[in-house]
């Protein structure tokens, strides 16, 4: 159980368009989504937290016009990479937890963004 | 503020043991995870102690001292498969479920 899927796993994209991420819970409902950035060989940043039907909440430093969350349903989030840099391009990861487990949150397969 | 840290890299060869340490610093302590993660792969969940002692799952076993704020994970019966990054990750304070993650320890195991 417990499966947390991302779409899509790669993407290539030039200078200055948007892309999306979809992050999927697929067997539970996810009270709360997270969103995290990783550089090669880094630990992983969280970006932000969304939990259904409300706004996200942004970490410090991270711009929120830039790097759109949406939390439509309690399955489904999507983060969108506004006007993208090639200093945007990391490894962008979605967990989700379904707060049984307060410490244990289950991670989607994560999106390479490479920005050209 | 919160902080973890834990060595970057650990070498060992298969079938061995190896100790990865973990020391925090944090206000409110909520239990120690640990993660692992393969190259170009998700973290996948490894255990979580909230109280002091060792849990073990299999070849892995997880160790919590609340009185230091250090815990470790300890792997043994090293295999191949076993080579990716280990971290450690404790509960942001008044954060609820949002985890603040080490630096990450690069295990590479050996023939």
């Known amino acids: 159980g417990a499966v947390v899927s991302q779409h899509p796993s790669w993407v290539i994209c030039k200078s200055g368009t948007s892309v999306k991420i979809e992050c999927r819970s697929l067997d539970f409902q996810a009270t709360t989504m997270f969103w995290y950035r990783q550089f090669p060989k880094q630990s992983l940043m969280l970006m932000a937290t969304?939990?259904?039907?409300?706004?996200?909440?942004?970490e410090q430093g991270v711009e929120k016009d830039k790097f759109l969350i949406n939390h439509a349903s309690l399955t489904l989030s999507t983060l969108t990479v506004t006007s993208a840099h090639p200093e945007d391009s990391s490894f962008y990861i979605c967990?989700?937890?379904?707060?049984?487990?307060?410490?244990?949150?289950?991670f989607g397969p994560g999106t390479r963004l490479t920005v050209l | 503020g919160q902080s973890l840290e834990q060595p970057s890299e650990v070498t060992a060869v298969e079938g061995a043991i190896v100790q990865i340490n973990c020391t925090y610093q944090t206000s409110g302590f909520y239990g120690l995870s640990w993660y692992q993660q393969h190259d170009g792969g998700a973290p996948t969940f490894l255990s979580y102690n909230a109280l002091d002692g060792l849990e073990e799952t299999g070849r892995f076993s997880s160790f919590l001292s609340r009185s230091d704020s250090y815990g470790y994970l300890l792997l043994q019966e090293l295999q191949m498969k076993d080579s990716a990054s280990y971290f450690c990750?404790?509960?942001?304070?008044?954060?609820?479920?949002?985890?603040?993650f080490g630096a990450g320890t690069r295990l590479a195991v050996h023939p």
């Open positions: 967990s989700a937890s379904a707060g049984i487990s307060y410490n244990e949150q289950f």
């Open positions: 990750a404790v509960p942001r304070s008044g954060g609820y479920n949002k985890l603040i």
């Open positions: 969304s939990n259904e039907g409300s706004k996200a909440t942004y």
